[in-house]
């Protein structure tokens, strides 16, 4: 039994859709689901994009000041870093990357075949801009489910019911990759202060008093400052599969420039003389 009947529901804000954009020198084809251009809309989250690509792919590139979550829905991901990381990642794994004060890394399609990911954007404080970098890769097959009538949730980080996921937070983060059958229904806790949305991978359902389907992203009401819950039912013929993310938000100011996002202009103008003088590791062959 989880508690969570008795928590007030929490409303949806609004319902988006991805824009889809071409290919360009990156990637087969391209769609943003969060658009980076207002951090204080979506905080403590800055951007969602979707991603289909064969060759070239993300080539070595930097990044400083936030975590990284990629997850694959379909084909396989290969990621390198330049301390030594490595990996290949396939449909529902999720790469949780924390840059911190700077590393080099590459996201190519495995042996080339067209990989679809998505990559969100989690600003980190101002206290921990300059952590150690890291990576959690977190397998589906080894995530905690949480399961009931008609429903699977697997768990990445944060909770679901009882069921806690492992990833190591900076931000107090929930993420979870839910499954719901045609006419069953899920109600999934939101923790207090946390801010967020839903993005529709397959199917269609009720989010709250909403509707929305594959390729739409629910936003949630701001937090009224307690815990609530939000009810999702699978309303159409064929799974509902979904992912949440939620997070406590930040509240300071955000300075994006490229792969760096800090507070200030000049700790960007610091992050590129950096980066420009090898400090974020040597740029591998
Ligand atoms: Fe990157």
Do not use: C
Request: hydrophobic content about 35%; charged content about 20%; overall charge negative.
């Amino acid at each position: 039994m989880t508690t969570t009947h008795s928590l007030p529901s929490r409303g949806i804000e609004s319902v988006t859709d991805r824009t889809l954009i071409g290919a360009d020198s990156q990637v087969d084809k391209k769609a943003i689901v969060l658009p980076p251009g207002d951090p204080s809309a979506t905080d403590p989250f800055l951007a969602l994009m979707e991603d289909w690509f064969s060759t070239v792919g993300f080539d070595w590139h930097p990044h400083r000041g936030i975590e990284t979550i990629t997850y694959v829905l379909d084909g396989e991901l290969q990621h390198r870093d330049n301390r030594g990381g490595h990996g290949v990642l396939a449909a529902g794994d999720v790469q949780w990357m924390t840059a911190g004060r700077g590393l080099l890394h590459a996201e190519t399609a495995f042996e080339g075949r067209q990989v679809h990911t998505l990559q969100l954007w989690l600003n980190l404080p101002a206290a921990d801009k300059l952590v150690e970098p890291g990576y959690q890769d977190l397998r589906a097959a080894a995530m905690p489910l949480r399961t009931g009538p008609g429903y699977v949730v697997k768990v990445f980080s944060g909770r679901s019911g009882d069921v806690v996921g492992p990833a190591r937070n900076h931000v107090p983060v929930t993420m979870i990759d839910a499954t719901v059958d045609p006419g069953a229904t899920v109600e999934q806790e939101i923790p207090s202060h946390q801010e967020g949305f839903a993005y529709i991978l397959r199917g269609n359902g009720e989010f709250g008093r909403d509707t929305a389907h594959s390729g739409q992203a629910v936003h949630l009401e701001p937090s009224p400052g307690e815990p609530t819950a939000l009810q999702v039912r699978n309303t159409g013929a064929e799974p509902l599969h979904f992912l949440l993310w939620t997070g406590v938000p930040l509240h300071e100011p955000v300075a994006m420039g490229g792969p760096f996002v800090m507070n200030t202009r000049a700790e960007l103008e610091q992050a590129v003389r950096d980066y420009q003088a090898g400090e974020f590791g040597p740029m591998p062959k």
